[in-house]
């Protein structure tokens, strides 16, 4: 199992006034090479689900064993690490930095690692052929065309080939033509052998037959019908 | 963060869309070598001008010696401005029960506290 | 955009700091080189605490001190143009007795200097400066008024070279007895006396010599004229940099401000950056290399821009502090050094707070919570 979570839990602002309780009693499993997609509304707990999958913070309680990795046993500067070298994020909206071109926003992940410029170029010029791009390389991010912009966020996450694929509501945004293209890239990587986890409501998401698996969040559980 | 593929309609916005922009990373670096080529010729332009300023000196050695001078003709307001050497700090109060400071001369040129 | 408003402002205020430090260091060094030339001793008589005329007959008591190689009498002063509200200094002396006077001539634009009153009644040298004010046209002749208000009447001879202006644009030079007849100065009495000595070792000597022989007189050295304006372009040209380091000090405080304060953009993208696997020291080495790029350019930026304003405008934003209201106003010509030390002092004086004040608030903010970016 690539992503292991056992009764795991997650508070905001423990003991205080203003306490939350995000997530509860979250069990799940993804196995390496499947596509799972988190369904449920806002407010549902899935973003921080998808946060503590993503090694952004661990649980409060309860065990998240990431890629052979115990999320709670690490302290940040692993946390950070292990993140940069298992997980590939494509955010709501896709957060691209409008200001860089287009290959710079692609190597973004591999400047802290120390890589050469001429290693980064190359391996985000790869990734730009891969989608069809490399004709934007140099163009400013806020330049180019939604369809573009949606590759851009795509190979941002496999610049480092990490294993996990996670995605925040990737189509909220983007009419139904780009929705399918997206789903169809991510039907591509998963052949690929990459571990897909998927939170949307979108029903061409979680309808898609390339999803393996649809797990409901309500409440900050799972919601199992 | 997402575009419409037909924002741009007209050709030269179409045009603009195929060009690719000059980098910003090289405007800094085009910007940063014409300013060091300024920086260059104001170099050179200033070694001339201190060969050309010898010959000045020179002239205004022999003025100071030849008269006698001890101050600098800048500020003539006042004499305590125009000449600071040979004034005292009493000066600025002999010139009338009622005259007003020259600012902001009389605070630059001071005389010197003996 | 913010960066390249802050860079503006940066290098504006590299400018006016760095222009003040060149005008008053090329003004220091030329009044180092040209002052290395004042007489040796002058002597001026005070009588309860004022300067008064000084008998000629002190001269002939210094006949005894060993040393004195030549003393030269001179009678100056200013005349009030009551039209043109100007001063003129006017200075009288014989140029044959003074150290170099037969070199003078090679300092005019044209004409000769004034010889003995025997010789030339009337005729005198002017200042470049002068000869604009007067607005003669063509003519050579002008008067002044006595004390008596009769007039006076002088025939320019020559004008100093402007090359001379910050030595000689106000100048009038004329005979000393033509000088005493405008002022109306006694027979017999003098402005000051020049003394010149044959040793220059031996001048502190010779000064304590002189006040001792002739106790009413202020006897200054060479070295006092000097130390004049060592302090006047020293600490006291602090005048305009306490001026000009306030707003630095507001500058620096508004660099914080913006550091600090981070906009709901800037958060973003520092989440997303710590999403993708940046740490907070990554993120700050990249603020850090951002501050020293905007921070050298504006130095760059506002040194060039000092050093053109100085040169090739004449300092002219800074004219109202040296010349203040002097109606006459010399061309200064002023060609500032650019030492290493200076350069290092300018940017001590503002990359270094500029840094400290962009570089410590980042690293506040930077502590942005990374799962931010997630939830669009």
């Known amino acids: ?225 | 963060m997402t575009k419409s593929p037909n924002r741009w309609c007209s050709p030269c916005a179409r045009a603009k869309r195929c060009v690719e922009p000059m980098r910003p990373a090289l405007r800094f670096a085009m910007f940063l070598c014409l300013l060091l080529a300024l920086d260059g010729a104001l170099l050179f332009d200033g070694l001339s001008r201190r060969m050309a300023e010898y010959a000045t000196l020179a002239r205004l050695e022999v003025v100071t010696r030849g008269l006698g001078l001890t101050d600098l003709a800048v500020a003539t307001e006042a004499r305590y401005t125009r000449h600071p050497a040979v004034s005292d700090p009493v000066v600025p109060f002999m010139d009338h029960p009622g005259a007003i400071e020259h600012f902001p001369t009389g605070a630059f040129w001071l005389p010197p506290s003996r | 955009m913010k960066s390249l408003s802050v860079l503006l402002v940066f290098a504006a205020v590299i400018f006016l700091l760095a222009s003040f430090q060149m005008v008053t260091q090329a003004l220091s060094d030329k009044a180092k080189q040209v002052l290395a030339h004042t007489p040796e001793i002058t002597l001026q008589k005070m009588s309860a605490g004022r300067q008064e005329s000084i008998p000629l007959a002190y001269g002939e008591q210094l006949a005894g001190i060993f040393g004195i190689r030549r003393v030269v009498p001179r009678i100056w002063g200013y005349y009030f143009d009551e039209v043109r509200l100007t001063n003129y200094t006017v200075m009288g002396l014989e140029v044959n007795e003074m150290p170099e006077g037969g070199r003078l001539g090679a300092t005019l634009a044209k004409g000769v200097m004034p010889g003995p009153a025997d010789e030339a009644q009337g005729r005198v040298v002017v200042g470049q400066s002068i000869k604009k004010t007067m607005d003669l046209a063509g003519r050579t002749t002008f008067s002044l008024f006595r004390p008596d208000l009769s007039l006076k009447p002088f025939e320019i001879s020559g004008e100093f070279s402007p090359d001379t202006d910050i030595l000689t644009n106000d100048l009038i030079v004329m005979n000393v007895a033509d000088a005493r007849d405008l002022f109306g100065i006694p027979a017999g009495l003098v402005t000051d006396l020049c003394v010149y000595v044959a040793n220059p070792k031996e001048i502190e000597t010779i000064a304590k010599k002189i006040s001792e022989a002739l106790p009413s007189v202020r006897v200054l050295t060479r070295s006092q004229i000097q130390k004049t304006y060592q302090v006047v372009f020293g600490w006291r040209s602090g005048f305009g940099s306490i001026c000009l380091l306030a707003a630095l000090a507001a500058f620096v405080i508004l660099a914080w401000d913006k550091a600090s304060g981070l906009s709901p953009e800037e958060r973003r993208e520092i989440a997303i950056l710590k999403v993708l696997g940046w740490e907070t020291s990554d993120i700050l080495a990249v603020r850090s290399r951002e501050s020293v790029i905007v921070s050298g350019l504006a130095c760059i930026v506002g040194m060039t821009a000092a050093y053109i304003h100085v040169v090739y405008f004449d300092a002219a934003l800074f004219r109202p502090v040296l010349m203040g209201w002097s109606v006459l106003r010399p061309d200064l010509h002023l060609l500032p050094r650019l030492a290493a030390g200076d350069i290092l002092l300018i940017l001590a004086f503002t990359v270094i707070p500029y840094l400290a004040a962009t570089v410590i608030p980042a690293w506040r903010s930077a502590t942005v919570p990374a799962d931010s970016a997630l939830g669009g």
């Open chain 1, 1 to 225: 199992m690539l992503i292991e979570l056992s009764q795991v839990s997650k508070v905001y602002n423990q003991g205080r006034a203003n306490e939350v309780r995000a997530l509860s009693g979250i069990d799940l499993t993804v196995e390496q090479g499947s596509m799972v997609c988190l369904k449920g509304p806002s407010g549902s707990g899935k973003s921080t689900l998808l946060a503590i999958i993503g090694c952004i913070f661990p649980p409060t309680s309860g065990r998240a064993v990431i890629a052979e990795r115990q999320l709670a046993r690490l302290p940040d500067r692993f946390l950070t690490l292990h993140r940069r070298e298992t997980i590939g994020f494509i955010f709501q909206r896709f957060n691209i930095l409008p200001e860089l071109t287009v290959l710079e926003n692609i190597a973004l992940p591999l400047l802290p690692l120390g890589v050469t410029p001429k290693e980064r170029k190359l391996r985000a010029h790869e990734l730009l052929e891969r989608f069809g791009i490399s004709h934007r390389a140099q163009f400013p991010a806020g330049q180019i065309s939604g369809g573009e912009l949606q590759r851009v966020a795509i190979a941002r996450a496999l610049i480092n080939n990490q294993p996990i694929i996670l995605a925040d509501e990737p189509t909220a945004h983007l009419d139904t033509n780009l929705s399918r293209e997206f789903m169809a890239i991510m039907q591509q990587l998963k052949a690929a052998g990459k571990t897909i986890v998927i939170a949307s409501h979108d029903p061409l998401v979680f309808e898609h037959p390339a999803i393996d698996r649809t797990v409901t969040i309500l409440d900050g559980r799972i919601h199992v019908p």
